[in-house]
């Protein structure tokens, strides 16, 4: 059997939750995973500034171990070449994959910000064509993991917003168009991801569901209140995913 140690998080908001990711790590004594993910609004209100205490913690704590993120809403369009300009020691995925071999497995990682069902007035006035984008984003999605799944033993898929309503709990219900696209579950259940990584989600109760049998993991620190650490085992062609 081979394993392999995740550590995902999203929503720190640096530095507004910064202290929370610090302690939650500092606990885990003995803990290093072998990949670091993070789901997005890292940086709060576009403070490019803020990564860099964020960035230099966990650089620190896990020399060497690759660390893939992909951008929020915080995180703003025009801020992202500045991002992956200043902190290019981290991958930065907008609708795009990484794959490695970790512990002789392929391990692919497809990046995105997701998609809303509905947007919001600030949206509505000033970027009316997210609408648009979203629903091509849904499609782009479905294509790249179909693509992806052909040849990676492990796919993981990473976004922002959530792709189903059943991480949501605890969120006001008529929020949920704001904070996510079904359309995703089709993309979950057709292109058979082994592992769905998202954030966004500040108030949720539920941190873990599944669609079609694959998991799906709320990491918004602010929900969940540390860092989450997920074990992916391989044995043959069996892959079992569990929150440790």
């Given at each position: 059997?081979?394993?392999?140690?995740?550590?995902?998080?999203?929503?720190?908001?640096?530095?507004?939750?910064?202290?929370?990711?610090?302690?939650?790590?500092?606990?885990?004594?003995?803990?290093?995973?072998?990949?670091?993910?993070?789901?997005?609004?890292?940086?709060?209100?576009?403070?490019?500034?803020?990564?860099?205490?964020?960035?230099?913690?966990?650089?620190?704590?896990?020399?060497?171990?690759?660390?893939?993120?992909?951008?929020?809403?915080?995180?703003?369009m025009?801020?992202?070449?500045?991002?992956?300009?200043?902190?290019?020691?981290?991958?930065?995925?907008?609708?795009?994959?990484?794959?490695?071999?970790?512990?002789?497995?392929?391990?692919?990682?497809?990046?995105?910000?997701?998609?809303?069902?509905?947007?919001?007035?600030?949206?509505?006035?000033?970027?009316?064509?997210?609408?648009?984008?979203?629903?091509?984003?849904?499609?782009?999605?479905?294509?790249?993991?179909?693509?992806?799944?052909?040849?990676?033993?492990i796919?993981?898929?990473?976004?922002?917003?959530?792709?189903?309503?059943?991480?949501?709990?605890?969120?006001?219900?008529?929020?949920?168009?704001?904070?996510?696209?079904?359309?995703?579950?089709?993309?979950?259940?057709?292109?058979?991801?082994?592992?769905?990584?998202?954030?966004?989600?500040?108030?949720?109760?539920?941190?873990?569901?599944?669609?079609?049998?694959?998991?799906?993991?709320?990491?918004?620190?602010?929900?969940?209140?540390?860092?989450?650490?997920?074990?992916?085992?391989?044995?043959?062609?069996?892959?079992?995913?569990s929150?440790?």
């Amino acid at each position: 059997m081979t394993a392999i140690e995740i550590m995902a998080v999203s929503d720190v908001h640096s530095p507004r939750f910064l202290p929370l990711l610090i302690s939650s790590v500092k606990s885990m004594l003995n803990y290093k995973p072998n990949i670091i993910l993070m789901g997005g609004d890292m940086i709060d209100k576009g403070d490019v500034g803020s990564m860099k205490p964020l960035r230099d913690f966990l650089a620190s704590r896990f020399p060497g171990v690759p660390m893939i993120s992909v951008f929020g809403n915080e995180e703003y369009m025009e801020k992202i070449q500045v991002l992956r300009s200043m902190y290019n020691d981290i991958v930065w995925l907008d609708d795009e994959a990484w794959m490695d071999s970790i512990n002789g497995v392929k391990l692919c990682v497809y990046g995105t910000r997701g998609s809303l069902e509905r947007l919001t007035s600030w949206q509505k006035r000033n970027l009316p064509q997210l609408a648009e984008i979203f629903e091509k984003r849904v499609k782009n999605t479905m294509e790249a993991l179909l693509k992806l799944r052909t040849s990676c033993e492990i796919l993981i898929l990473l976004m922002h917003y959530a792709p189903t309503t059943k991480t949501l709990k605890g969120e006001p219900e008529n929020t949920y168009p704001y904070l996510c696209h079904r359309g995703y579950e089709n993309v979950i259940l057709s292109a058979k991801p082994d592992l769905v990584i998202h954030g966004h989600a500040h108030a949720s109760v539920v941190h873990q569901s599944e669609v079609g049998g694959i998991p799906i993991f709320n990491v918004a620190i602010p929900a969940v209140k540390s860092v989450t650490r997920i074990r992916v085992e391989i044995a043959g062609n069996r892959v079992k995913i569990s929150r440790t």
